[in-house]
């Protein structure tokens, strides 16, 4: 069975600084993709980034950028330059064979 | 395109009473997902659908749960009878294939008095 777990369940960051965010999975299947979603206090889920497993390269999307351990089957989320809308929920998401698998999340706060 | 559109938005309901939660997925997207999210629990994944077959429904709590896909532009997802700890969120999702991100409605967020 595949897992997601998230370490963290809360984290805090100043306003224009940079976080990161842990996550790691464990699954049997070699292929596979990983997403973080991140769900603000409306609870719409919104999906931020995305890796393809077979990718060496780590995904970028703006100030978001993903670190992809595979062997250590790790999935981190930086967030850059961090502003008062990142302020959310942060889901790490694992999917194999349809199947899309959760953490439990990480609250993010930014303070001013 | 519209994004996944669930219905209704809210729901209030005693105890006892059948419950329809229902999802209008992305055209053109051929797996479909509904998840319960709690706070003692977090997302839950209760039934995948692949081409409107149901592939994995290990998540469904109980026999009260009972999830539909007559075709590929709608599902519903029915509690017969709710009990008060069946109130939460209720998320649809569709992908376009296999591995592919999940696109979210706005979910339902049922109470079971």
């Known amino acids: 069975a595949q897992t997601v777990t998230q370490s963290q369940p809360e984290m805090s960051v100043q306003e224009a600084e940079t976080v990161t965010l842990s996550c790691t999975y464990d699954t049997s299947e070699s292929d596979y993709y990983l997403f973080w979603y991140k769900q603000p206090p409306s609870r719409q889920m919104i999906l931020v980034i995305r890796q393809e497993a077979y990718k060496q390269q780590n995904a970028t999307e703006n100030r978001f950028s993903v670190n992809f351990q595979k062997a250590a089957k790790s999935f981190s989320l930086k967030i850059s330059d961090s502003q008062l809308g990142d302020a959310a929920m942060y889901f790490c998401?694992?999917?194999?064979?349809?199947?899309?698998?959760f953490g439990t999340g990480t609250r993010l706060q930014v303070t001013l | 395109d519209a994004g996944v559109i669930q219905s209704p938005r809210h729901e209030v309901t005693e105890m006892g009473q059948e419950v329809t939660l229902r999802c209008k997925p992305i055209s053109g997207h051929n797996s479909l997902f509904w998840y319960r999210q709690t706070m003692m629990r977090g997302l839950e994944l209760l039934i995948y659908?692949?081409?409107?077959?149901?592939?994995?429904d290990s998540g469904m709590p109980e026999d009260r749960f009972s999830a539909k896909m007559p075709n590929a532009s709608f599902s519903t997802l029915k509690i017969q009878p709710s009990e008060p700890r069946d109130s939460a969120v209720y998320f649809c999702?569709?992908?376009?294939?296999?591995?592919?991100?999940?696109?979210f409605g706005q979910g339902t967020r049922l109470t079971v008095v």
């Open positions: 659908f692949n081409n409107n077959v149901p592939i994995d």
């Open positions: 999702a569709s992908s376009l294939r296999q591995n592919t991100e999940a696109f």
């Open positions: 998401a694992h999917s194999t064979a349809s199947k899309l698998t």
